[in-house]
């Protein structure tokens, strides 16, 4: 049972343009939600992430949005840049409960082409 | 900047045989968790540990898995007879509050 859905496995994208990658959860406990970048042969690496009293959050080029009721999220690059090519992770958790593993979608491959 | 460092990088044994795979966590996080992703999949949650027990395991952390925090700086996976489906990347993460920091991972490798 996939409690966090990453439904597009790849995404290519033009330096300087948008990306803007999705994922949807069904569990309605989780309440706190990030996104990872992940290197090959790296861990994954925290990007930004959102609680559920907000809808977005921005750390420079990183936003987040979240839309409760439709159980979904979104990461928006912006300009995307050839270093952001990665896989992205999304991953919820239960806020309240502090040492809940997160749980990870399968993740997107994101290609930014100079 | 404080990170969580993973020894070794890579480790190659041969089915059957016990490894021990080892994690120095951040030194002022509380809870301390195990992932792995085999190749081309996802990264899956195996257990979490917190005030020197397990607090959380998944299906896949049966009783061929144990962790251990032996001297309150290192978190130890023993793996004790690895089959070669466990042949896998590992991560060490650990966390204060709400975000996760892992480290660089262990591949393993059962042959």
């Known amino acids: 049972d996939q409690q966090v859905k990453q439904n597009s496995p790849s995404l290519s994208v033009q330096e300087g343009r948008i990306s803007i990658l999705n994922c949807d959860y069904t569990?309605?406990?989780?309440?706190?939600f990030l996104w990872y970048k992940k290197y090959p042969a790296e861990g994954p690496t925290f990007l930004i992430s959102?609680?559920?009293?907000?809808d977005k959050n921005e750390d420079g080029r990183f936003t987040v949005f979240l839309n409760k009721s439709a159980k979904h999220l979104s990461l928006h690059i912006v300009p995307s840049q050839p270093g952001d090519s990665a896989v992205y992770f999304c991953?919820?958790?239960?806020?309240?409960?502090?040492?809940?593993?997160?749980?990870f979608g399968k993740g997107t491959t994101l290609s930014v082409s100079s | 900047e404080p990170e969580v460092t993973q020894t070794p990088s890579h480790q190659v044994t041969q089915m059957g045989q016990e490894v021990i795979l080892r994690c120095v966590p951040i030194?002022?996080?509380?809870?301390f968790y195990w992932y792995r992703q085999i190749l081309g999949q996802k990264v899956e949650f195996l257990v979490s540990?917190?005030?020197?027990?397990?607090?959380?395991k998944s299906e896949i952390f049966d009783d061929q898995f144990s962790v251990e925090r032996p001297d309150g700086s290192n978190f130890t996976l023993k793996i004790r007879s690895t089959k070669l489906e466990d042949s896998a990347m590992y991560f060490c993460?650990?966390?204060?509050?709400?975000?996760?920091?892992f480290g660089q991972g262990t591949r393993l490798t059962v042959v």
């Open positions: 993460a650990s966390k204060v509050n709400t975000e996760a920091f």
């Open positions: 569990n309605s406990m989780f309440d706190y």
């Open positions: 959102i609680s559920s009293i907000k």
């Open positions: 991953a919820a958790s239960p806020l309240n409960q502090a040492g809940t593993a997160l749980i």
């Open positions: 030194s002022n996080h509380l809870y």
């Open positions: 540990f917190y005030n020197n027990e397990i607090s959380e």
